[in-house]
């Protein structure tokens, strides 16, 4: 029967292949698996074989066994993400059952990487403790935060990093302490894996004041981001001294349209779906933008999104 499901599926990848990636592979593994509605965007074709591990001895062994049988790999939480129209070929994996948050002591938190940010942000406000509150309204998974070293003018993952916990390709945990890592604007260098989870240092406070000031900057961001439509957060990085926002603004390309993806009216740096707009509109939108704006100012733009797949 599984034989029969992948002899019809254009994957790149054998059926013996898949058999020995996925011996022993407890989570739930989905092939030929719509990617659209794993992404905030609501875009994308089809992973060969989607995972959810089980825990991290299971995302132990998947990342062994593909790097053994050299299949491609990747993690998604969907949303700095832009999912080609032809799908990802290989292994997509979504960490949504490592979520697991617990206080170590008074100042230490450890969290798995699957968990959302707002899910951790509330288990500090629960707890009074400070330093996440630069995540309101960030929905990505810890694991992606820390990967693309997310953060607001409030602060970012930089700030409230200890130590990241990784699998290498080899299937090993291995623990690498933040100030051994470089981190720039959007951006950790960190060693090849996946991202199992992070351990944060906090600062004990008001609980009070916490909920205050994280309802405040919620209801600032929802007044100045599209938050009701399909979006992946900033398209682009803002170049130093100005912001990307502003360049496309002048460039008078807001509410500007590609089939059903329009540069957001709230805020220019947003790009929305509305409704049926394919990777191939966001990549043409994207390519717009950056030249409209490099002919004018002489700044190219630089994608923040991540793109994945092919098509
Ligand atoms: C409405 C909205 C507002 C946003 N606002 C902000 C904001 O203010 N600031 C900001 O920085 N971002 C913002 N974002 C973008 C996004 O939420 C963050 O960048 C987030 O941290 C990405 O997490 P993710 O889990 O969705 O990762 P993805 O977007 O799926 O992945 C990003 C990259 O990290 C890799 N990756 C993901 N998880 C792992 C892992 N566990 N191990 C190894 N690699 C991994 C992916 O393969 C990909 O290359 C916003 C997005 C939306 C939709």
């Known amino acids: 029967m599984m034989d029969c499901q992948l002899e019809d599926r254009k994957s790149a990848i054998s059926p013996p292949q898949f058999a ?48 053994t049988a050299r299949l491609p790999l990747m993690v998604l939480g969907g949303t700095n993400l832009l999912v080609k129209d032809g799908g990802v070929r290989g292994l997509v994996l979504s960490l949504s059952k490592l979520a697991a948050v617990t206080r170590e002591d008074e100042r230490i938190v450890f969290a798995e990487a699957g968990v959302r940010l707002p899910t951790l942000l509330g288990y500090a406000v629960s707890q009074s403790l400070s330093g996440l509150e630069w995540a309101v309204g960030i929905p990505g998974t810890l694991g992606g935060a820390v990967v693309m070293n997310a953060g607001t003018k409030l602060g970012d993952v930089q700030n409230c990093l200890d130590a990241v916990q990784m699998v290498t390709p080899e299937g090993h945990v291995r623990t690498c302490a933040a100030a051994d890592l470089a981190f720039s604007y959007r951006r950790v260098d960190l060693p090849e894996g996946v991202v199992v989870g992070a351990r944060l240092r906090l600062t004990p406070a008001s609980k009070k004041h916490l909920e205050a ?52 009216a709230k805020h220019a740096n947003f790009i929305v779906n509305l409704g049926r707009a394919r990777a191939t509109d966001m990549l043409l939108l994207i390519k717009k933008i950056q030249q409209d704006v490099f002919h004018r100012t002489g700044t190219m733009l630089e994608l923040e999104w991540k793109v994945v797949g092919e098509g």
């Not at 995302?59 to 593909?66: G, N, T």
């Not at 309802?215 to 912001?243: C, D, E, I, M, W």
């Not at 360049?247 to 509410?255: Q, R």
């Open 213 to 264: 000031s994280t309802k405040a900057y919620l209801q600032y961001r929802k007044h100045s981001q599209p938050l009701s439509q399909p979006n992946a957060g900033s398209v682009f990085k803002n170049p130093s001294g100005t912001t990307a926002g502003r360049l496309i603004e002048e460039a008078g390309l807001k509410g500007y349209r590609v089939g059903d993806a329009q540069v957001s």
């Open 20 to 67: 020995t990636v996925l011996s022993g592979v407890r989570g739930a593994v989905t092939f030929d698996a719509p990617l659209a509605e794993l992404t905030s965007l609501r875009i994308g074709g089809p992973a060969d074989a989607l995972i959810v591990p089980e825990d991290v001895p299971d995302v132990r062994r998947i990342v062994r066994q593909a790097a």
